[in-house]
């Protein structure tokens, strides 16, 4: 496509006035994140962690007693992935819910689930998880009676509306409004799922936007006042169930040490009357697992494949047209339109310095990437705006063997990029470009990502599910081993 663009700046955004002084930057050497090029491997990190959190013990030996449990809004079953490794056969998952079909057929494949019920939670019905008729079960095909979920209960539920990534909505739409919020309608199901079971314990999950204010700041606000977020709402519903019966607490925990941070709020329960084991110790002693997990050295991208030719070999683009269907000319026009465009706004929102020189159209990446062929005008355009502001961070610090990364899926002037090997968050959206292969990261990288196995995610095991499926269902679970601190405390008291 790129032998007929002409090389001149697309747009007024591409001059600089005549009087501008170009700007001298010096790469200046930056506070990175400790890193290894070990490659990260479920069973030591679990041996590691109880060696944390129980000095004496050599390594991790799975108990003779079973544990029984029960999940809601289940996605991966991630907590099942975990609990086979901190348990195997000892791990009998009692019944989940999942309403999404494609998540539902990955936990009937890859899980153990005795029931899989229709999660209907979303379309405002009766939850099957709350109620003794039970109903339809995608595992046997029928309807079947809520059997008892066991000692342990675990769900997430809906982050959208406390994510402070959805700044457009985050606070026009009150997330504890269940007339309006889905996620606290979805918050409620958890609840009387809690209700109606009375597990002895509980974990629930969400996003660390449950700790920001409900309301914005008042303009004439002269004192700071503390406003009431999410999790206060959520803390006072928990502690109230059963008249008091249960004792809460919430922690913030990571994945570290995996590359991808994924920072979440755990809430943990358990029933005051189930023994000395209560929340307030479960907390403590996760919270010395994250701090220990903390200071490990993060595991490079590198040791999972990226950067060494993994990935798909184009961005999805359903829904746009393609460039063989438009005249030459007219795609080519678009795409300098929108480069013109998306570079203003990278500038305009500090992300590229104003008087940066801007390459020549053969020399960017969206003439030369793999994973860009057959992508639309903007994607194009936006994915050589980013490759811009790598560029641009390369200069002005200093990155050992960088790992050029962008996530294509967002515009440049709130996009994320990363050098250093490591990355920030998955979403359901996100689809990283390597700008060193020229190829987007596979769904099994994001798997990987999140701390499963390799061997667990290949590529023929995932061909069952689209990959804009294993995307959604990614950006959606839990961190592997943030569940690794999160259960594992829990898992050991019940040997001793």
């Known amino acids: 496509m790129g032998k007929g663009m002409k090389k001149t700046a697309p747009a007024r955004a591409m001059k600089k006035p005549a009087c501008t002084k170009k700007t001298e930057v010096k790469a200046k050497k930056r506070k990175v994140t400790p890193m290894t090029m070990t490659k990260f491997v479920l069973s030591q990190f679990i041996d590691y962690m109880l060696k944390v959190l129980s000095p004496a013990a050599e390594s991790w030996v799975q108990p ?14 991630t907590p099942g992935y975990v609990l086979q490794a901190l348990l195997g056969k000892g791990s009998s998952h009692a019944w989940g819910a999942e309403i999404a079909p494609a998540a539902a057929a990955w936990s009937l494949r890859r899980g153990r689930p005795g029931h899989l019920y229709e999660d209907r939670c979303a379309a405002k019905d009766v939850a099957h998880t709350c109620d003794a008729a039970g109903g339809w079960c995608n595992k046997h095909g029928q309807r079947c009676a809520l059997e008892p979920g066991g000692e342990l209960f675990i769900a997430g539920w809906v982050c959208k509306d406390s994510s402070v990534q959805n700044a457009a909505k985050r606070y026009k739409q009150d997330p504890t409004n269940s007339e309006t919020s889905v996620s606290e309608a979805t918050f409620q199901q958890a609840v009387s799922s809690i209700l109606h079971n009375k597990p002895k314990f509980f974990i629930l999950e969400n996003v660390l936007g449950v700790r920001k204010p409900v309301k914005k700041k008042a303009e004439d606000e002269q004192e700071p006042v503390r406003r009431a977020t999410p999790l206060d709402h959520y803390m006072a519903v928990l502690t109230g169930l059963h008249d008091g019966a249960y004792q809460v607490a919430a922690v913030d925990v ?44 993060v595991h490079h991208l590198r040791t999972m494949g990226i950067g060494k030719g993994s990935g798909n070999p184009k961005p999805d683009a359903k829904g746009e047209k393609k460039v063989e269907e438009f005249n030459q000319w007219q795609f080519e026009s678009e795409y ?14 500090g992300k590229i310095p104003k008087d940066t020189d801007v390459p020549r159209v053969v020399d960017r990446p969206s003439q030369k990437l793999q994973g860009l062929v057959g992508a639309t005008a903007w994607q ?18 200093y990155i050992p063997d960088p790992l050029p990364l962008a996530d294509i899926s967002q515009s440049a002037a709130w ?10 968050t998955l979403t359901t959206a996100t689809r990283i470009l390597d700008f060193t292969t020229g190829k987007i ?16 995610v290949k590529d023929e095991m995932l ?14 679970t839990m961190s592997v081993a943030a569940l690794v601190k999160v259960l594992l405390p829990f898992v050991h008291q019940r040997q001793l």
Not at 340 to 345: E, G, I, K, Q
Not at 463 to 476: H, I, R, V
Request: net charge negative.
């Open 336 to 349: 300098h339109e929108r480069f013109a465009s998306v570079l203003t706004s990278a500038m305009d929102a």
């Open 441 to 456: 990261l596979s769904p099994s990288l994001h798997f990987q990502m999140l701390g499963y196995m390799p061997e667990d």
């Open 254 to 297: 990571s994945s570290r040490p995996l590359p991808e941070k994924r920072e979440r709020v755990y809430i943990l329960g358990t029933l005051r009357s189930s023994g000395a084991y209560q929340a307030d110790k479960w907390a403590e002693e996760v919270m010395l697992l994250e701090k220990q997990a903390s200071t490990m050295p």
């Open 64 to 77: 003779e007693t079973a544990l029984r449990w029960s999940s809601a809004f289940d996605g991966l079953n």
């Open 380 to 397: 194009l355009a936006n994915a050589d705006v980013l490759h811009m502001m790598l560029e641009a961070q390369l200069k002005s610090d």
């Open 463 to 476: 061909k069952f599910w689209s990959d804009k499926e294993l995307y959604d269902m990614t950006g959606n």
């Open 415 to 424: 996009g994320k990029i990363c050098c250093t090997g490591e990355w920030f």
